[in-house]
């Protein structure tokens, strides 16, 4: 069972106006369920090294990486990045173990993950950030972004999964979901529990800044050709990320 907590985090600057409207839109979808907030007074970041460089370099979503997959392992839940819009009830799949969705069709999103505590591939996820386990993917961490990464040992993990974007139930209680669930906007009513604004939350240039206003018109006003060009331009840099990470790894047990 996944426990009715929200996990999110912010560190370094004070939090913008639009994060915290947004957070409270989460609430108002959510009114039964814990919420914390995670940041440099409240968990520590010392405890993994990769973390620690992190903060100290102030790489704020690369320190994220780490802190989704610890307070997930420790308490369950669900892991919202604040760039993460939920439509509606998250309560549905409270039942299994484990519930991601895609970000593209070939590869998963990490902008909001639902688990138990002490899952298996939550914690193995995390061993990677301790170097303890596929230690071939410790260079790779910063060279990547963590959703190809996840999406490599999650399909070593799990053979019988197929990066396809499909909707998929693997073993008992784990459940991929297409990314109109949790990434894009659908028509879809069984799915659109979410959206995935892509935005730069943690500070963007000038340049990021006119790209990211570019997007959110283009969502806003066309959001089927916005989903079909943005999901199909994501697609085809993440297959040659996922390639280049498993050529990496190769022959790692």
């Known amino acids: 069972m996944i426990p009715k907590i929200v996990h999110y985090a ?27 907030l995670w940041n440099e007074e409240n968990w520590d970041f010392s405890q993994y090294s990769f973390s620690k460089q ?27 990045d604040t760039d993460m819009e939920l439509k509606k009830s998250l309560s549905p799949f409270l039942s299994k ?37 596929f230690t071939k993917m410790q260079p790779l ?16 993990l799990y053979p019988e999964f197929s990066n396809t974007g499909v909707r998929q139930e ?18 879809n009513r069984e799915a ?13 240039s000038n340049k990021q800044s006119v790209r990211s206003s570019l997007k959110s018109v283009l969502r806003n006003h066309f959001p089927t050709l916005w989903t079909s060009l943005s999901s199909e331009n994501g697609r085809k840099v993440t297959e ?5 990470i498993f050529k990496e790894i190769e022959n790692e047990a």
């Open 10 to 36: 912010w560190f370094g600057r004070e939090i913008p106006i639009e994060v915290e409207e947004r957070v409270q839109r989460w609430k108002q979808i959510l009114p039964d369920w814990e919420f914390k």
């Open 54 to 80: 992190m903060y100290e370099t102030k790489n704020w979503a690369y320190l994220t990486d780490v802190l989704r997959l610890d307070v997930l392992n420790k308490y369950g839940g669900v892991y919202l």
């Open 97 to 133: 173990r484990l519930v991601m969705g895609y970000l593209y069709k070939n590869s998963l999103a990490t902008g909001i993950i639902l688990a138990e505590p002490n899952h298996e591939f939550i914690n193995n996820m995390l061993q990677v950030y301790e170097n303890r386990v």
């Open 141 to 156: 961490l910063l060279e990547y972004t963590n959703n190809p990464i996840m999406t490599v040992l999650f399909s070593t």
């Open 170 to 187: 693997i073993q008992d209680g784990i459940l991929i979901l297409p990314l109109d669930y949790f990434s894009y906007f659908s028509r």
């Open 192 to 204: 659109n529990f979410a959206e995935h604004l892509f935005m730069n939350s943690w500070g963007e």
């Open 240 to 244: 040659k990320d996922i390639r280049n």
